[in-house]
């Protein structure tokens, strides 16, 4: 059951990316949709579950959205993954502002660790504007919270329904 | 102790995660092919999710142009008509120019363009970031598409496949970072390589000082690369900028907007290496 649940989140975050690069080709410069899960999983599972996400999550990317190193996203959002997944298992980070704030910093850590290993591996590329990496961040941040608030107001539903 | 164990296989499972896709990031980069066999699993498994989430954008991106292509439509109906009678006009003087290149080329003894096989296709999504600049097309090995075909759109190349499966292809465009074409200058002649920047712009290189290329000028395909045929525009030159080692970066307007494209054709034979032998001469078999 929590392996369907997972992929079916993977799921929508590929069709939401896939989507919105089809109406807005210039998306995924501002929103990286695929790291909700990642998040999400590390902050409301365990280290592991935000590792494992992490790595289908950056693997689905790369598939679909990468033409030079596969592989590349997937080593990020492992990482990402799993540091907030050991940071989600240490402090209480069950408030809005720091589920943003992770949002944020995940997505931040994402976009310079991408850059570090382009370097890295002799790719090259083309460094982002600042201000779209502090966009992207702040968007990202939001859609976690975002995220949050859906299944809070879910379950909520649930458990007001079972009071019934 | 139980926790102490958890965490020390979730640092063995992170170490054995991050060395494997290590693993897979230099396996992509030398092309190896376990990596190619990874790829196909995850985009077969993942395909008809991207195939109806490309195709209800597609929808949205269509409603959206739809309301504003209306109020363009009248002015520029108006402006095509004007348009049209000035080319009927040249069409004329350019039908007797076309007779009499024919006639030129066949004196010249050289072969015609051959018009290579192909196949349309329809953009199922973008992904223009500084470090890809990919777009995904719904046509995949069932149609006969392979890696290293080129593809155009209507006025100019557009990129050459990287990957694909059974139903699509994955497209590095011209703007991509780790794109390079051989690129001629239309006028003046003057050859060099046109490697994207993750821009909007390209810069065409390795082009002598003293080429003669001027601002506006067009820069198309050359043919020498292997991989596109001559002749497919690559973009317009807007700035020149001179090296100390003798030459010149030009920097151009790409031909297309790779944003608002939707239908694109896939070159099926790879035609610019074949064509630029001299004809006449027999191949070594």
Known sequence: MKLLTV??????????????????????????VMMVPVVWYAIAGSQRSGMLVGCASGLVQDAWFQAAAFGISGFKKTLIGWVLGGLGSRFDLNSTPSRFVFGAVATLSDSLLGLALRQLLDQASAAPHPLEIVIKAIVTGVLVVVAFGMTGWREGKRGRRSLK | MPVMSTTRTNVILLIAL????????????????????????????????????????????????????????????????????????????????????????????????????????????????GQNMVIVLDRGTNDGVRVDL?????????????????GHALVRL????????????????????????????????????????????????????????????????????????????????????????????????????????????????
């Open chain 1, 7 to 32: 992929i079916a989140v993977l799921a929508i975050g590929l069709a939401l990316q896939t989507g919105l690069g089809r109406v807005w080709p210039d998306a995924p410069r501002y929103v990286d």
């Open chain 2, 18 to 129: 991050l060395f494997g896709q290590l693993a897979l990031m230099s396996g992509s980069v030398r092309e190896a092919r376990e990596t190619t066999v990874l790829r196909g699993w995850v985009s077969r498994f993942t395909a008809p999710i991207v195939s109806i989430a490309g195709a209800i954008g597609g929808g949205f991106a269509g409603l959206g142009g739809g309301a504003s292509d209306i109020l363009a439509v009248h002015a520029r109906n108006r402006d095509l008509e004007t348009e049209l009678e000035r080319l009927r006009t040249e069409l004329r003087v350019s039908r007797v120019a076309t007779a009499e290149n024919d006639r030129l080329r066949e004196l010249l003894g050289m072969r015609e363009n051959l018009v290579p096989r192909s196949i349309g296709a329809s953009v199922v999504t973008s992904h223009l970031t």
């Open chain 2, 150 to 166: 080129p593809v155009v759109a209507w006025g100019g190349a557009v990129g050459r496949v990287v990957e694909v499966d059974n």
């Open chain 2, 174 to 285: 011209l703007t991509d970072p780790n794109s390079g074409v051989a690129g001629i200058a239309q006028d003046s002649r003057a050859q060099g390589m046109v490697v994207g920047q993750g821009t909007d712009v390209l810069d065409l290189l390795y082009v002598p000082r003293f080429s003669g290329v001027i601002h506006g000028d067009r820069v198309v395909t050359s043919g020498i690369d292997g991989i596109f045929p001559r002749g497919f525009g690559v973009g317009q030159v807007i700035a020149i900028q001179e090296k100390p080692d003798g030459s010149q970066t030009i920097r151009l307007r790409p031909e297309l907007d790779y944003r608002t494209m939707e239908d694109v054709m896939i070159l099926l034979e790879p035609t610019g290496g074949e064509m630029l032998a001299p004809s006449g001469v027999e191949r070594p078999r």
